[in-house]
C-alpha cells in the first residue's frame, strides 16, 4: 500500500474522530454546566471498574485478529462467540461485587450505576469484532456513522435527562448509549457477520499474542485507574470531578489523535511487518505528523484553561484549571507512545509490549505511592514525570527491532514542541486583556492559529506542507 493512501486513511480518520470530539465537546460543556461536580464523581468512581472490564474483552484478541496475516471468517466468528461468552461473565462478576465496590468508597449510590453502567462491557465485546474487521480491511469510513450517531443521539438524551434533573442517571444514560448506538450502527453498515462455526484451536492460537497485549492493556488501564482510586478514596467526590474533568478536555483531543495513529497504523504497519526499513519510515512520519497536530493543540488548550473554564464551564469548574494545564502537558507526549508501541505490537513482539508495560507501571506506582499523601496536585504532577520517562521506555525496543534512535525519534517531535511552546506563550499572556470572556476565547484562538502557522511557513516545516498536500489531495478525490 503507498504511503500517500496509508496517510490518507490516517487523515480521513483523523477527520472522523474530530467530528465526534468536537460533538462530544459540545454535549460535555453543556452537561457541565447543568450537573454539579459530585455527580461526575460519581461516576467516574464507576468507571474505574468499567474501564478496566472492557480491556479484557477489546485489547487482546482485537490484535490479534488485525495482526494476523491470514486470518478468516472462522477465527472472526470464533473470537466473536468467545468475547460475547466472556464479556456475560464479567458482567455478572461485576454486577455481583458492585455492593462491595460501593462500600470501599463509602457511595450508596455507586452499586445501582455500577450495574447499570457495566452493561457496557458485553456491547464493546460485540463490537470489538467489527472494529478489527473495519481496521484490518482499512475500511475506515465506515466508522463515521456509528461513531457519528452514537455521539450525536447520547448527547441528546443526556441533556434532555440532565435539564429534567436526573443527575447522575443523565451521565450514565449518555454513556451506555453511546456505546449501545455505536455498536448497533456500525452492524448495520459493516456486511460481516458472524458464521455459524468455531474452532477452539484458532482461539488458543490468537491466545498466545493476544494474552499477552489483554494483559499489558488492563495493567495500563489498572495503573491509570488507580490515580481515581486514591483520590475518591482518601479525598472527595468534588476532588475526583475537578481531577477528572481536568484530565478529560484534553484527553477527548488526544484521544481523537491517538485513535487515529492506533487505528490506521497498526493495521498497516502489520501488512509491512516483514520490511523493517518500511516499518521505520512509516513510524517516523506517524511521529512527525502526530507531534505536529498534538503540542500545539495541548499547549494552546493549557493557555486558554483560565479563560475557557470560568467563561464556558462556569466559576464552579475553576478548581479544573490547573488539572486542564497538567494533563495538555501529560497527553503531549502521547503520539511518541502510540507510534512505538503500534509499531512494536505490527511485528509481533507483543511479549516485548508485555514487558514495556510492567515496567512502566512498577514506575508509576513507585512514583504514585510517592506523593498520594500530598494532594491531587502531587499526583497530577506525577502523571508528567511519568509520561515522560516512559516515552524513553517505549522508544528502546524500536532502537533494537527497526533501527529508530531516541535522537531521530527526538529529532522528529522537537520542532513542533519548540514552535507550540512560543505559540502558548503569546496566548497565554492575552488572558491579562480586560476584556469579554468569549471575546478573549477567540482571540487566543486566532493568534494562537496564525503564529503556529507562521512559524511553520518561516521554519519551511515538512509537515505543514505535507498535510496541505494531502487535503488538496483529498479534495480533488471528492470533486
Known sequence: MGSNKIFSNLMWKFSERILAQGVTFVVTLCLARLLMPKDYGVVALALIVINIAEVFTVAGFGNALIQKKDADDLDFSSVFYFNIF????LYFLIFISAPLISGFFDNPELSKVIRVLAVRVPVAAVN???QAYVSRNMMFKRFFWSTFFGTILSGII???????????WAL???YLINAVVDTIVLWITVHWRPKLVYSFDRVKTMFSYGWKLMVAGVIDEACIEIRNIFIGKIYTTEDLAYYTNGNLYPQAITSGINTTISSVLFPTLSKEQDDAARVKSMTRRA?????YIMWPVMLGMAAVAPCFVKTVLSDKWLPCVPYIQIACITYGFWPIHTSNLEAMKSVGRSDWFLKLEIIKDILGITVL??????????????AVFTSLICCFINAYPNWKLINYTYTEQIKDMLPSLIKSLIMGAAVYAINYIKLNGIIILCIQVIVGIMIYIGLSLITKDNNYHYLLNVIKKGRKKNE
Open 158 to 168: 443526556g441533556i434532555f435527562m440532565a435539564f429534567k434533573g436526573y443527575g447522575v
Open 86 to 89: 466472556f464479556s456475560v461473565i
Open 369 to 382: 505511592l510517592c506523593v498520594v499523601n500530598k494532594g491531587v496536585m502531587a499526583i497530577a504532577i506525577s
Open 172 to 174: 450514565v444514560a449518555q
Open 128 to 130: 470489538s469484532v467489527q
Open 287 to 291: 511521529v512527525s505528523i502526530s507531534s
